[in-house]
């Protein structure tokens, strides 16, 4: 910052001095004194500086990164930004972030409740910057989807978690599996699995154990797809999640057409699991489960209530605040 304002110091002097120069040459000011060609370049210098103001403006809002962002969409931060920014300001902090590893991994265990086990621990992303404070998960990935962004960030995270579930498991004796999160970008990308491969190698992390979980929005994409390439990960020995089913899109059918291993059902039951009507579709989505070998999970879960409730429903993989807080490790 300090080579910035000496930049700009520069680059105003050398403009002053161009202007003096210009305006002496080619007007008649019909000046005869010294005292009077003073006056002039003091007048000349003092109007140069909302020009100077003006160009350091322009150069510090590029100090993040030199990279121009086609922004595509509104970003709403509200109740997490301390102070208004503008989209290209939040693009540059974000790359910043990236680049200087500036985003923090936390982890949250899934319990089974009958053992206590920890089966698998969900990567979680938390960005805290000193300007705009937390950012969540879905405004990060909002602003680095709306910024061309989200594979590189997807990346950065790929490696960054791998790496500290490998030094989690030096560390414990039990080592449950890594749960990873993809965004469709980076799930539908045959790059991804290359990458995935490459660093779990460098780690000495094998494939099994890493579950890829994908969002249901994935399948608003292309569904003969994405059940192609749920079937190269399956080919590699990775696991594969459906995360937030019942959340937005889902109806039972997709379960029969996916060769997932797990289903994580999202807190939105919860809401209303002591209804016998909720209670009911839990029970259907855990039969289906049953047939086919899959393992169910119950995300968002707060109160020993519903641990009760789910536990009668004979659904025991639970995961939220009531049993394990997110963790930086």
């Known amino acids: 910052m300090k080579a910035n304002k000496q930049s700009h110091i520069i680059l105003f002097l050398i403009v002053s001095v161009v202007l003096v120069t210009f305006f002496l040459t080619w007007f008649d000011f019909g000046v005869s004194s010294n005292v009077g060609l003073v006056v002039i370049n003091v007048f000349i210098v003092l109007a140069m500086i909302p020009l100077y103001y003006m160009i350091h403006r322009i150069v510090d809002s590029q100090s993040y990164a030199p990279h121009t962002y086609r922004y595509q969409g509104n970003l709403d931060l509200a109740g997490i930004t301390k102070r208004k920014q503008s989209p290209n300001i939040l693009a540059r902090k974000l790359t910043h972030a990236i680049e200087d590893d500036l985003i923090d991994i936390y982890f949250q265990k899934i319990i089974d409740t009958r053992t206590g086990g920890v089966l698998y621990m969900e990567q979680l992303a938390r960005w805290n910057d000193k300007d705009l404070g937390l950012i969540v998960p879905d405004a990060l990935f ?131 699991i002591a209804r016998e009507k909720t209670q009911e579709i839990v029970r259907m989505i855990q039969k289906i489960a049953t047939i086919s070998s899959q393992v169910i999970v119950v995300e968002g879960v707060e109160t020993e209530a519903e641990k009760e409730i789910l536990e009668q429903l004979k659904c025991t993989v639970l995961q939220g605040y009531l049993l394990h807080r997110p963790e930086k490790y």
């Open 142 to 272: 909002k602003l680095a989807r709306n910024t061309d962004q989200v594979l590189k960030l997807d990346k950065y995270l790929i490696k960054k978690s791998i790496m500290k579930y490998k030094s989690y498991c030096k560390k414990n004796e039990h080592q449950p599996k890594l749960a990873l999160n993809l965004t469709p970008e980076s799930f539908l990308n045959v790059n991804t699995i290359d990458y995935l491969l490459d660093t779990l190698k460098k780690y000495h992390v094998a494939p099994n154990d890493v579950c890829l979980e994908i969002a249901e929005t994935t399948f608003m994409n292309d569904h003969g797809e994405c059940i192609r390439f749920i079937n190269v990960y399956k080919n590699h020995d990775f696991l594969v999640a459906l995360d937030d089913f019942g959340k937005s899109y889902s109806s039972l059918g997709i379960l029969e057409s996916i060769d997932c291993d797990v289903i994580k059902i999202d807190r939105l039951f919860l809401e209303n």
